[in-house]
């Protein structure tokens, strides 16, 4: 109830204004969905400064991120491609967050479900059948799961705390990938470059338009979402979930398993995690690679408070995530400049997500004195 | 002519949707002990909040001894004479009495706050030990060490926000010395409270407040309990019925339940027996902090380490079972805690019945089930109806009910499930004297329909006024039980320091007397 925080300036005139946060009542139903919105218009507006500063003209440079990326149909499925892991990947990571499982280790459990999913795919030869894509896919999933299942051990029994072990995972499936495609996986034909021999056509995922790199995956996902609304919303194990993560002892109070909160969430964006990291490695790229971590695990989180936690939301800010992402590509192959532009967009929509976000809970009043 | 201490005229404030305080005026002379009364929403605390300084009034003027002031904040209110002891104690658990003290006055040294606290404390007989941590001293002490605290600044005004809520009948006693006395060196008090008999007991004056406005000015030695309720809450409480019934089968049989503290600040249960009937309401005295909660806990099921055999409902050995096991078998529990634990907070009330009913849910092979959310929202809204609950209705969130109305919504839900044995832990804590009354019929009520009713509570009127049989817990300790005819408010309150073992009742232990 009590009033928040005050600052204050001094007008031209000498008058004191006072700025005041004031604590609403009621969340402001407008700023929770408004509150997204001017995060991007202040993050476009940084970026036009941003652009100025580095002598580019920012008309061009705004070209780059938010037309390019959706001025054709073949930019489109690009576009899409890379929604596909971001969304796969945020719609599990927001079961954790929604049930106060802190797991950053998302680009971990990508990782080993592409390994896995690879593994599967590396057995296929010239005469296997298309029915090969259904056991890439649910080996990704299970090496996603497997991955998550080490956090999830080692919190239920030692306690340890998930946000480090789920963090230094992803650390070691790096090292388990460099392993694998420069030695074991590494294509003897492939001039030492880190990386498997190209999959078979028939482990191919499969692709929804001719002449885009656009799969399946893309409706995964969007299944993916509405399958998660269901279980958030609709169904008593997604409400136990939610309530561990927001009122713990209300939880243990109604009889909810924190145990088995820790484990279903973990299981579920694992999985999730994983069956991206098959849909990619089976999909667009053909192959395990040493280059196949492009941060999806880490740009999912931020796609996750994007769009509110919420399984429709996080499908528009997957899709923001992927404009970034190849905004960045352009701006660097245009434009000649950086490609931490993409990270510098994506920090800048979150810190402003941050600040926009106190708009939902408080109010601004300016008041006058004299 | 002496100026009064306080002058507040014409105070308002408004928050979008409610007018706290609506052209408040309110006079405290020099020496005076003046209460302030009303019922949980009435503006008690926004009123003491603006003299503190931590909220600013839209309107009005405060005056302090004549002078018209203007207070920012709380430092400010200190410096010119005002202190405040609050009802939640702000006080760091692993530092001793003397540190915490002394956080606020960093211009001394702490040699010379540990002498200035056991001055003050021998001054007013508030018996103390600087150096012990907070985490070992009663609920009690603790008050001590904020009261000492609030006298160290020298007050002109000291404000205490429900100070007896936590104590013993004993404890009150004391407490009431000390102001008492400190009233005669001049000090002014501001005494909050909704417990008519101890404003009768205390103060000379008294200003009531109901929705924000002031209903009357009045010396309340001179008002009945009557007089004075239908200024808070325009109505006298109606008088609940407790007939005599015979008490059935055990419902709930508790048999020497010890269990060792699952954090390090709670209380080791040891020994405990306890037996629960249908058609009787036994209740549990005790000041906070003696063990109730770990108690609560091993009941209820949240904690399921008691040992096999310790917890029995009707023949059943409930002790490894969880909370929703327990459900089933018929046991309902209202905990202490209503936001957080009871209810989620930012969850609609809707919502907030799946913590404990599943009538909604149907297929529960998949997923846990499903949610019929047509008929959830229709459930809510019978609740809501039959326990005349003032919520928006089966959407709006927990948080945005009073306490009083967020009790009734959840005391109801578990009613409503029709339980065997109900346990409820403080049901009328931070609750309205309306919602008290209507709280207390519904316990009542169950109990005339069969039902084995544990109440634990630390109000002792409460539990005289809806037990059978009374038990009192000190130190992780269960009495031996009293039929209520036989119980008295000094026999009680000397059970809860512990000392029933030393009386005859000890050979007694274990037996029951049925009325």
Not at chain 1, 133 to 148: D, F, T
Not at chain 1, 223 to 238: E, P, Y
Not at chain 2, 394 to 403: F, N, R
Request: contains cysteine; proline residues 4%.
């Amino acid at each position: 109830m009590d009033c928040g925080k005050q600052g204050q300036w001094r007008s031209v005139g000498g008058n004191i204004i006072m700025l005041k946060l004031e604590a609403r009542q009621q969340p402001s139903n407008f700023w929770v969905y408004g509150s997204p919105l001017l995060a991007l218009l202040i993050t476009v507006l940084v970026g036009v400064v941003l652009f100025v500063a580095l002598g580019k003209d920012p008309l061009r440079g705004l070209e780059m991120f938010f037309w390019q990326p959706i001025r054709s149909s073949y930019a489109l499925g690009e576009l899409m491609v890379k929604a596909t892991p971001l969304l796969i990947i945020a719609l599990g990571l927001s079961v954790c967050f929604r049930s106060n499982v802190m797991n950053i280790g998302a680009e971990g459990q990508y990782v080993i479900g592409a390994i896995f999913a690879s593994g599967v795919a590396l057995l296929a030869e010239k005469t296997t059948g298309n029915w090969i894509v259904l056991p890439i896919l649910l080996a990704g999933i299970v090496g996603g799961m497997a991955w998550a299942a080490l956090t999830a051990l080692l919190r239920d029994l030692f306690n340890a705390n998930e946000i480090l072990v789920s963090l230094m995972l992803v650390y070691v499936a790096l090292q388990v990938l460099s392993y694998l495609v420069g030695g074991p996986w590494m294509d003897p034909q492939g001039f030492n470059f880190p990386q498997t021999k190209i999959f078979e056509a028939a482990t191919h995922i499969p692709r929804l338009i001719q002449g885009s790199r656009m799969t399946i995956g893309i409706l995964i996902a969007l299944l993916g979402s509405a399958a998660l609304w269901v279980f958030l919303f609709r169904t008593r194990a997604g409400f136990a979930l939610q309530v561990g993560g927001i009122a713990p002892a209300a939880a243990r109070y109604a009889g909810f398993s924190s145990r088995r909160a820790l484990w279903t969430a973990l299981m579920i964006s694992g999985g999730a995690a994983g069956l991206a990291g098959a849909l990619e490695v089976a999909g667009p790229i053909g192959q395990l690679s040493g280059f196949l971590p492009a941060g999806y695990g880490f740009a999912a989180i931020i796609v996750v408070y994007v769009g509110r936690l919420h399984p429709i939301g996080m499908v528009f800010s997957a899709i923001l995530m992927s404009m970034f992402y190849i905004g960045g590509e352009m701006a660097q192959s245009r434009l000649g400049l950086t490609k931490s532009l993409t990270g510098v967009f994506q920090g800048l929509l979150l810190f402003s997500l941050l600040a926009c976000d106190t708009l939902v809970n408080y109010s601004v009043k300016f008041k006058r004195k004299t | 002519m002496t100026h009064p201490r306080l002058q507040l005229t014409g105070i308002t404030k408004a928050y979008p949707g409610v007018v706290a305080n609506s052209d408040v005026s309110l006079t405290v002379m020099p020496g005076e002990t003046h209460a302030v009364l009303g019922e949980n929403g009435a503006g008690k605390s926004t009123l003491m909040k603006i003299i503190y300084g931590s909220i600013k009034p839209d309107a009005g003027e405060v005056r302090l001894n004549g002078q018209p002031i203007v207070i920012h904040n709380p430092k400010e209110a200190r410096a010119n004479g005002i202190s405040m002891v609050f009802q939640h104690f702000n006080l760091f658990d692993t530092m001793t009495v003397a540190e915490n003290v002394w956080l606020g006055l960093a211009r001394e040294s702490l040699e010379q706050v540990t002498a200035s606290i056991i001055a003050k404390a021998n001054e007013y007989g508030l018996d103390i030990d600087p150096s012990r941590p907070v985490h070992t001293l009663s609920v009690g002490e603790m008050q001590r060490v904020e009261i000492i605290r609030a006298l160290l600044t020298r007050p002109e005004l000291l404000i205490l926000d429900e100070p007896t809520s936590v104590l013993t009948p004993q404890a009150v006693e004391k407490l009431f010395v000390v102001l008492k006395k400190l009233a005669s060196e001049g000090c002014s008090i501001l005494y909050i409270s909704h417990k008519l008999h101890e404003i009768r007991e205390l103060c000379t004056a008294c200003t009531v407040l109901r929705g924000g406005k002031v209903t009357g000015v009045c010396n309340p030695q001179e008002e009945s309990n009557a007089s004075l309720s239908r200024l808070m809450i325009g109505a006298e409480p109606p008088q609940l019925e407790h007939r005599p019934q015979q008490a059935g089968e055990s419902r709930l049989t508790v048999k020497n339940l010890s269990l060792a503290r699952e954090d390090q600040f709670g209380v080791d249960l040891d020994g405990i027996s306890l037996d629960v009937r249908a058609g009787e309401v036994v209740g549990i005295a005790g000041v906070s902090g003696n063990g109730q909660k770990e108690l609560l806990y091993a009941l209820s099921g949240e904690d399921c380490r008691a040992p096999a055999g310790s917890i029995r409902m009707k023949d059943k050995d409930v002790s490894k079972l969880h909370p929703g096991a327990r459900r089933r078998l018929g046991l309902h529990f209202v905990p202490e805690e209503r936001l957080g634990r009871g209810a989620v907070p930012t969850l609609s009330l809707a919502h907030n019945l799946l913590l404990t009913r599943t009538g909604s849910i149907s297929n529960p092979k998949f997923a846990g089930g499903w949610i019929q959310v047509k008929k959830l929202e229709d459930h809510a809204s019978a609740i809501i109806k039959a326990f005349n609950v003032k919520a928006g209705g089966p959407h709006a969130m927990a948080k945005s009910l009073s306490g009083g109305n967020l009790q009734k919504f959840i005391v109801g839900r578990e009613i409503d499930a029709k339980p065997t044995l109900f346990i409820v832990s403080q049901p009328t804590w931070g609750v309205d004297v309306g919602a008290a009354a209507q709280i207390r019929g519904e316990i009542l009520a169950l109990r005339d329909a069969g039902c084995a009713v544990l109440v634990v509570s630390e109000e002792l009127e409460e539990l005289f006024e809806v037990s059978d049989r009374l038990h009192v817990i000190a130190r992780g300790k269960l009495s031996p039980s009293v039929p209520i005819a036989q119980a008295t408010v000094e026999k009680i309150g000397e059970w809860m320091s512990g000392l029933w073992e030393t009386g005859a009742v000890a050979e007694r232990g274990g037996q029951h007397h049925h009325a």
